[in-house]
């Protein structure tokens, strides 16, 4: 079965600090893909990164990073110089795809509130 | 504007009251997505339609239905309510394969 863990409940940084989420993810299956997902005190959820199995390239995104090892099975989220803006729920979720359909399974979420 | 729409944003209603919430996908995808996020707790799947086909089920409450509809809007029905019930209800939606979801901003229901 798969599954996703944010070991992280919270996170306080102060402003311009940079701060690493992780997730680490279980599955079976070679093909799969990855996610990261945004969300404000406002509540809506906002998409921020797809990864697929097979691309294990790191990518940059302005202040976001992401760090993807298979090896460890983890697909950390990096934010560099963090931003009160930045202050959110992050959720990384994981998704496979059984009979034509998908499944994604979403970890609890790590909870980032950055200090003025 | 992710394309999903899901209306109402908002809605307060009594225990013991049955309400519907309604889903629009983004254009041209099949499957619909139905999470429920209470206080403080993480992403519960409730259910997946794809094509009008109920494709999974998730954690829901024998009091809660729904369906997908030929133009492929969905409607996920919440009877009995509860004061528990109280939570952000959110569709997604997605292609076929892959490519992660497509949420919509949200119902909020607070049940009284």
């Known amino acids: 079965a798969q599954k996703v863990t944010q070991a992280q409940t919270e996170i306080s940084v102060v402003e311009k600090e940079d701060v690493t989420l992780d997730c680490v993810y279980e599955t079976r299956d070679t093909t799969y893909y990855l996610f990261w997902y945004k969300q404000p005190p406002s509540g809506e959820l906002v998409f921020l990164i797809r990864r697929n199995s097979f691309d294990e390239q790191n990518e940059i995104s302005g202040r976001y990073s992401w760090n993807f090892q298979k090896s460890t099975s983890s697909f950390n989220f990096t934010i560099t110089a963090s931003q009160v803006v930045d202050s959110a729920v992050y959720f990384c979720?994981?998704?496979?795809?059984?009979?034509?359909?998908?499944?994604?399974?979403f970890g609890t979420g790590t909870k980032l509130q950055v200090i003025p | 504007d992710s394309g999903v729409t899901q209306t109402p944003k908002h809605l307060i209603t009594a225990t013991g009251q049955r309400v519907t919430l309604r889903c629009s996908p983004r254009s041209g995808d099949l499957s619909v997505y139905w999470y429920q996020q209470s206080l403080d707790q993480g992403l519960q799947f409730l259910i997946q339609?794809?094509?009008?086909?109920?494709?999974a089920k998730g954690n829901i409450l024998e009091r809660f239905s729904a369906q997908q509809f030929p133009d492929l809007h969905s409607e996920l029905n919440l009877s009995s309510l509860e004061l528990g019930d109280s939570a952000l209800y959110f569709c997604a939606s997605s292609i076929q394969t892959g490519g992660g979801y497509t949420f919509g901003s949200g119902t909020r229901l607070t049940v009284v």
């Open positions: 979720a994981l998704s496979e795809t059984y009979g034509g359909y998908q499944k994604v399974t």
């Open positions: 339609y794809y094509n009008g086909e109920e494709r």
